[in-house]
């Protein structure tokens, strides 16, 4: 009883393998109450989809619609109140709380629009966090944070602690983290929320490679459009309900729009006080 490596993904490849009939995603009937007392809140009143592997899905629907409430259920964050989620084909709706975390180590990152880093914690630090939940060998662990900082092209901000950090890098920070356990489902709850616009073309790239080369399964929500333009498939919420579920026409290519845009400074760091004093944010 001391070890159950075996359950842990060894591989990017053993992770990203699956069928092409299984959907990576099945929702069948989900409904969420929320049981506040006096009143009962209605979060998701009937979700049924599903999502297959290599699909980039974007889901959009007004604030309250129920959005994050399905990304955390999806995500193995949450329980619903009634109907059944298969991930991978495996019914996971009836897990216990512990089991789903360890479904969650293993299958699925979850990136979320607040970054959630650790403040006084390295970079490197705030990646190799999930594999120490995962029990990864204390020297496997930095290898693998560092092999995910490089994949979201930040090895040379590895001792950076947060705040030295620009929005964007934080963000590829919160990103690397979610993939340092080599997950097939790679979730984010409006990830670019409190981006500029070059910034959220930037992480959308990262996104695409990812699903495009890593054959990620990707799933964001957003409420830009323009945003969604960068997924295959965009879901519309309404009211608990799916409105709308359609593949994306003209989808835009973060790698062509990314040169079309304003170059940035690369080492202007944002909302940090700067040691030097001169005011510009400029980091030597
Ligand atoms: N923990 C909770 N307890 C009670 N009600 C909740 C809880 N979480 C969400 N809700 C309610 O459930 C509904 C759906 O919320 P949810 O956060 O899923 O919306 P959303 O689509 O993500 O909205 P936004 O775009 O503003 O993030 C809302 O009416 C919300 O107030
Ligand atoms: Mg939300």
Known sequence: MNQNQSALPSSAEQVSAGTNDTPTIRLEGIYKTYDL???QVHALRGIS???YSGEFVAIMGASGSGKSTLMNIVGCLDKPTKGRYFLDGKDVSALSRHDLAKIRSQKIGFVFQQFNLL???SALENVELPTIYAGVPLAERERRGRDALARVGLSERSGHFPSQLSGGQQQRVAIARALVNSPSLLLADEPTGNLDSRTSVEIMDIFQRLNAEHGLT??????EPDIAQYAKRAIEFRDGRVKKDVLIQNRSIAA????TLPSPDEDLVQGVDNPNGNGNGIAH
């Open 218 to 223: 990707v799933v964001i929500v957003t409420h």
């Open 37 to 39: 007392g006096e009143v």
């Open 49 to 51: 989809l599903e999502i």
């Open 119 to 121: 403040a006084r914690t």
């Open 256 to 259: 062509e729009v990314l040169p």
